[in-house]
């Protein structure tokens, strides 16, 4: 027996040390593998091996109407996965509708590693006739397809909208470093009402829980409205959603409307946002020098992260402290002048380091790369097979990103970040 548990110690400890994408295919090869890859311990041992290295990730677009399924920039090629090509090819062909056109695909939302994908099965006219919606890790193909959520308008003979649903957004609770659910959120309807003798906008949801397998109907309750039918995907955080709204006429960066849907409360949080033009924001004021502002809310790490660049003046602030709702200016930089003065969009922050961040220049149709701490930034050119001056591990979509922001012109842009797990954790499925 001793001699049969030392033959098994170097092997363990060489399974640990190749990539999730090999050691997945090892838990197919007989019972005990499985049962040792599954274990907290091999799951450990993982971590402490691949300590130091980082995962794949994407930037992606929320799809639009008829477009596919498009990320602005990606890296795959870290050693903790050792992919061979971007996330979204692992998404597409989707393997329960393989031969379905590319644009029936929509990408929804992500959260920890887990991302939201509606299928367009079917459509008469070019009208939605049937979609199926599901949930899972796309390079371990392991999808969980989600139940429709139920009528709302059973007793109510003039619903506000002809179309009950629209998608917002994921959130999922990570215990012990292991996503253990996940909750997918639509918005149902939006109406004034008056609470307490103080108006309050209801946002009405209806949120899908992984721990019970239904859909139920929930309202909460804000001093700003919720516009949860934007073309963008809300930023979450921490089971946190975090979407965007702005006074009507107005040239400030607006508020954060946050909830917490693993929470008790059904109140929002209202977040007034910093920038340009933000003591303007409750008057309505119109201001020419502020019209070029572009803005956009991203995640680095365990931060919400808020950029804005004006006229080549790039500052970034992060959400210090959730109840003082303050946020730390944590970076102002001035960007060189081959970058355009008035067109110049922040996509995004690095998922894992704030001192990178991700830019489109539509003037000269290019994305581009900033490291702040040493003002450095690097112009990106898609080449024919996608691949990036940055090496293989890169790869930057200028063509698909160039579709997607043409027509942006104000607002705050809140992108996707579709980003793996260190670890293969199994898509949290309900009770059976």
């Known amino acids: 027996m001793e001699t049969g548990r030392r033959r098994t110690i170097p092997e363990v400890e060489i399974l640990a040390r190749l990539p999730l994408r090999s050691i997945a295919r090892f838990k197919s090869v007989c019972k005990r593998w499985k049962s040792v890859i599954e274990s907290d311990y091999f799951r450990r041992l993982f971590g402490s091996f691949h300590r130091s290295s980082s995962t794949s990730w994407s930037i992606m677009f929320r799809t639009e109407y008829l477009r596919e399924m ?36 929509y990408y929804i939302a992500s959260s920890n590693g887990l991302i939201w994908i509606d299928v367009f099965v079917s459509r008469i006219k070019n009208k939605v006739y049937s979609y199926k919606s599901f949930v ?10 989600i139940p429709q ?7 109510d003979k003039h619903p506000w909208y002809p179309s009950p649903y629209s998608g917002v957004g994921m959130v999922t609770r990570v215990e012990n470093g292991v996503v253990s659910s996940f909750k997918m959120v639509r918005t149902v309807q939006m109406e004034l009402i008056d609470r307490r003798d103080e108006g309050m906008y209801l946002w009405r949801v209806c949120v899908y829980s992984s721990e019970t397998g239904l859909w139920t109907f929930k309202q909460v309750f804000s001093s700003r409205p919720v516009h949860g039918g934007r073309v963008d995907s809300p930023v979450n955080l921490n089971g946190v959603l975090y979407l965007w709204d702005r006074y009507l006429f107005s040239n400030g960066p607006g508020v954060l409307v946050a909830h917490d849907f693993y929470g008790a409360d059904d109140q929002c949080q209202v977040i007034p946002l910093p920038g340009a033009n933000d003591e303007h924001e409750h008057e309505h004021e119109h201001d020419d020098e502020h019209e070029h502002v572009r803005r956009c809310l991203t995640t680095s790490g365990e931060d919400v992260i808020f950029i804005e660049v004006i006229h080549r003046i790039l500052k970034a602030w992060r959400l210090h402290n959730e109840k003082s709702e303050r946020w730390q200016l944590i970076w102002e930089v001035v960007m060189p002048s081959f970058i355009s003065d008035v067109n110049c969009f922040p996509l995004a922050m690095n998922p894992f380091d704030t001192d990178i961040v991700y830019l489109w220049d539509r003037q000269h149709g ?32 200028t063509s698909g990103t160039e579709g997607y922001m043409e027509e942006r012109c104000d607002g705050v842009l809140m992108l996707s970040q579709f980003v793996l797990p260190s670890w293969m954790d199994s898509v949290p499925r309900p009770p059976n």
């Open 136 to 145: 899972g890790n796309p390079v371990l193909q392991e999808w969980v397809e």
């Open 70 to 105: 498009t990320q602005a920039i990606g890296f795959h090629g870290c050693k903790t996965w050792d992919l061979p090509k971007t996330l979204v090819s692992y998404i597409m062909p989707f393997q329960e509708y393989p031969n379905l056109p590319t644009s029936e695909y």
């Open 366 to 397: 290019c994305l581009v790369s900033g490291y702040l701490q040493a003002q450095e930034f690097i112009v990106h050119q898609e080449s024919e097979d996608g691949s990036s001056s940055e090496g293989d591990c890169c790869r930057v979509n």
């Open 149 to 155: 959520p139920p009528n709302p308008w059973v007793q």
